[in-house]
T-cell receptor
């Protein structure tokens, strides 16, 4: 299967700082990437859909100024949590798809803890 | 309305037994895809199996098979000969036509007992 690499896997940051999470498709071109947030023992909550070369489409209730998404190339999308607060602590996971009606491949996820 | 429903929050199964995880879906599209993913405690999402709405045969991948009943809108995952390593969260998901987004179920926590 295709490989999607997400980095870092764990990060602890101080309240008020910004954190960048990278999502890379290693062996295929992903025109679309997705960013999810997952609360403990819950399903994935889609935050935004990222298309290469264009602005991300955010889901309702997700602050675009807080969660900055950049999809600069067909193999890289980044999520920056700006001015992080303890309530932003969560598991963030990205996925990438080659096309419609194909499986989405997931990164390993990033566990963010804001102290 | 829920588009993907997983009615089993948790399942306990004896090792080596078969297990069926339920998933029902709701869509008006004729063309859609159904997915099952496994999420162990490490957090990564592992793709297990895919069923297209036009596929006539039930999908199979090793010990995993998908019991696709289109008229009933169900796509149950069957794991044969369960192993301790199968203990994880299992998510059912759907992608509708021309939509890259996956719609997720709430998940089922499967625990395999030795």
């Amino acid at each position: 299967g295709a490989v999607v690499s997400q980095h870092p896997s764990r990060v602890i940051c101080k309240s008020g700082t910004s954190v960048k999470i990278e999502c890379r498709s290693l062996d295929f071109q992903a025109t679309t990437m997705f960013w999810y947030r997952q609360f403990p023992k819950k399903s994935l909550m889609l935050m935004a859909t990222s298309n290469e070369g264009s602005k991300a489409t955010y889901e309702q209730g997700v602050e675009k100024d807080k969660f900055l998404i950049n999809h600069a190339s067909l193999t890289l999308s980044t999520l920056t949590v700006t001015s992080a607060h303890p309530e932003d602590s969560s598991f963030y996971i990205c996925s990438a798809a080659r096309g419609v009606n194909t499986e989405a491949f997931f990164g390993q996820g990033t566990r963010l803890t804001v102290v | 309305a829920q588009k993907i429903t997983q009615t089993q929050p948790g399942m306990f199964v004896q090792e080596k037994e078969a297990v069926t995880l339920d998933c029902t879906y709701d869509t008006s599209d004729q063309s859609y895809g159904l997915f099952w993913y496994k999420q162990p405690s490490s957090g990564e999402m592992i793709f297990l199996i895919y069923q297209g709405s036009y596929d006539e045969q039930n999908a199979t991948e090793g010990r995993y098979s998908l019991n696709f009943q289109k008229a009933r809108k169900s796509a149950n995952l069957v794991i044969s000969a369960s192993q301790l390593g199968d203990s994880a969260m299992y998510f059912c998901a759907m992608r509708e036509r021309y939509n890259y987004q996956l719609i997720w179920g709430a998940g089922t926590k499967l625990i395999i007992k030795p």
